[in-house]
């Protein structure tokens, strides 16, 4: 199977612009044969808002109009597609990513760790456990930017049986060593593709850094763009591998396999409340916890 990853710029509050460059990007990467293209985090909206006010009124169900226009592009260049947008729900909004294809809405992700920045000084934290949502022939777990930054997050999706991990990002200046070294360490440790794909441009004074890339199971990078040029990556995966964690490297002499050697019965300090630090509150958000 043959995905890709689209980095672009995107237009702050410009829907139906970056809806444009969205229909643009799929019909290249679907006519050269990908089936499942990735867009940024935001891809829709934009990131750099200054109050939960300003971005609600470019919040959309996930089941909205926006959405409904993507899978019409699915529909028409018969893809499947993750992309980034703010989720309304009631008086909440999520910064959420969508798998979408030909068949309509497959799955909602909202974002679980949020830092202080842009956007997310604003939004409610994700309130939905980590889940894994297939398409034809491959199974797919969603992340969103910070998230790679928590290992938890990428193990969670593996034990769920991803495939390939899609991590639509808007990485700013201060996150070069996401890419690639997070990045392939997160698909290495889990045995997973990796896709994190970033946006480039320059929004309210926040330039964004590229560096999109796509890694394979053994830590490889498959594919990665440069920090300021607009393009689609290419991959070419086989779910055979991910999906057998036993690694081989002298039969019986040197074999791993980094889920059944897991100890989990040793890992209770991560479900324990931690005491270093304090939860910080969000400006505006509800029903945080």
Known sequence: MKIAGVQLDISLGQIEQNLASMDQMIAEAASNGAQLVIFPECTLTGYCFDSLDEAREYSQPANGT???SVVELCQQHQVHSVYGFLESDGDRVFNACSLVGPEGVISTYRKV???????????TYGDR????????????????????????????LTLLRADLIALPTNWPPGAECMSPAVICTRAMENKVYYAAINRIGTERGVTFIG???????????LAAAADTEQTILYAEIDVNIPRDKHVIRRKGLHEIDRLADRRPECYHPLTEPHQLTTPRMRLGAKSDT
Do not use: K, Q
């Open 211 to 221: 560096r999109s890339c796509i890694c394979g199971p053994n830590g490889e990078i």
């Open 113 to 123: 760790h949020l830092p202080y920045l842009g956007i997310d000084r604003f939004t």
């Open 66 to 68: 926006a959405a409904r």
């Open 129 to 156: 456990p980590f889940e894994v949502a297939s398409m034809p022939g491959l199974n797919v777990g969603m992340n969103i930017c910070y998230d790679a930054a928590f290992p938890e997050a990428a193990r969670c």
